[in-house]
Nanobody
């Protein structure tokens, strides 16, 4: 059974940084790309970033230039390094692969 678990969220001031982690189990991690999305209550999920099985990375508009996605296949973990955070980045951040989703981790950007 595939399980994705996000961690690393929290409260941060505008301009600050956070690194989110998503640990995976129950799948051949190396063979799949993984993505980060974010969701604000009352709004749809917004794509943030994707890393392919080959390590290629792709970023959505809100992430470009500020977020970095990476993966550690040995640890079966994908990361999202977020810099220069803005209040608009406040959301629940979720990771997904192969139609499986984690529960998410809350990121709150506030002074």
């Amino acid at each position: 059974q595939v399980h994705l678990e996000e961690s690393g969220g929290g409260l941060v001031q505008p301009g600050g940084s956070l690194t989110l982690s998503c640990s995976a189990s129950g799948l051949n991690f190396d063979a799949f790309g993984l993505s980060w999305y974010r969701q604000v209550p009352g709004k749809g999920r917004q794509w943030a970033a994707t890393i392919g099985a080959d390590g290629n990375t792709y970023y959505g508009v809100p992430a470009r230039g500020r977020f970095t996605i990476s993966r550690d296949n040995a640890k079966k973990t994908v990361f999202l390094q977020m810099n220069n955070l803005e209040t608009e980045d406040t959301a629940v951040y979720l990771c997904t692969t192969n139609n499986y989703w984690g529960q998410g981790t809350q990121v709150t950007v506030s002074s």
